[in-house]
């Protein structure tokens, strides 16, 4: 028996890296699985693969920004399945620049991604998990949140999640919803990628440094963060509440 056996998932920005390890380890544990994402190609791709499988699981096109189709992915779950038992809100974007160019857009792009979006698929959600007596949030915020240079935007945004959340485990603890919250350090993902790409530096390299800074010597990987979510969706967290789980390979801070 798995340790989600029986829940019902909706995973943000399940198309690829984080997201898309995370909907397939809650699957594989037994939950049945809305991968949502921007990009409804990345996201059939990623649930055809669970369904392949014999998991139950199914893609929804949704923009984390917009209010109206949050609400709808939310009801589809609920038309289809009857219940949401677990959120992650994993959907994320970089606009990575140096505060003096850092623009407008790239400003607010990144905070209503991370911010607002994180805030209306947890308005969404809550209020089946509070009619039912059971739910878990899981956000997933970064160990940019203590701060990174050229990152002013995703690190306010990522510290941002951090209260949100212990604001949401105030609130919804009553009424068996917990909050938390994961906080990767260096990933293995396209994003990261994306980053050598911009910085000029070929992968291999740019990843042999990195790991050359974290304690376990290796970089992470989706599966590493898939793991930690799971614990914190899984029955066995009830009393795990309002905290950040650093996935870091070290002591974070």
């Known amino acids: 028996m798995g340790r989600v056996e029986g829940r019902v998932a909706l995973v943000t920005g399940a198309g690829r890296g984080i997201g898309r390890a995370t909907a397939g380890r809650l699957a594989r544990e037994g939950a049945r699985v809305c991968l949502a994402d921007v990009d409804a190609g990345v996201a059939s791709a990623a649930a055809a693969q669970l369904v392949d499988e014999g998991l139950d699981a199914f893609a929804a096109r949704m923009d984390v920004t917009a209010r109206t189709e949050v609400e709808a992915v939310v009801g589809q779950v609920l038309e289809r399945y009857g219940r949401l ?144 979510i799971l614990f914190l969706a899984s029955e066995e967290a009830g009393f795990v509440n309002g905290q950040v789980l650093y996935v870091t390979g070290g002591p974070a801070g």
């Open 85 to 228: 038992d677990i959120l992650v809100n994993n959907a994320g974007i970089v606009r990575d620049n140096l505060l003096y160019r850092m623009g407008d857009e790239e400003w607010r792009q990144v905070l209503n991604v991370h911010l607002t979006g994180a805030f209306l698929c947890s308005r969404a959600a809550q209020r089946p998990m509070v009619e039912s007596g059971y739910g878990r949030i899981v956000s997933v915020s970064s160990l940019s949140a203590l701060g990174n240079r050229g990152q002013a935007n995703y690190a306010a945004a990522k510290a941002g999640l951090l209260g949100f959340t212990r604001t949401l485990a105030l609130e919804l603890g009553p009424y068996g919803v917990t909050a938390n919250a994961v906080a990767p350090g260096f990933i293995e993902t396209e994003m990261t990628r994306a980053t050598a790409e911009r910085l000029g530096v070929p992968w291999e390299e740019f990843a042999a440094r990195r790991a050359e800074q974290i304690p376990v010597r290796r970089a992470g990987r989706p599966e590493d963060v898939a793991a930690a």
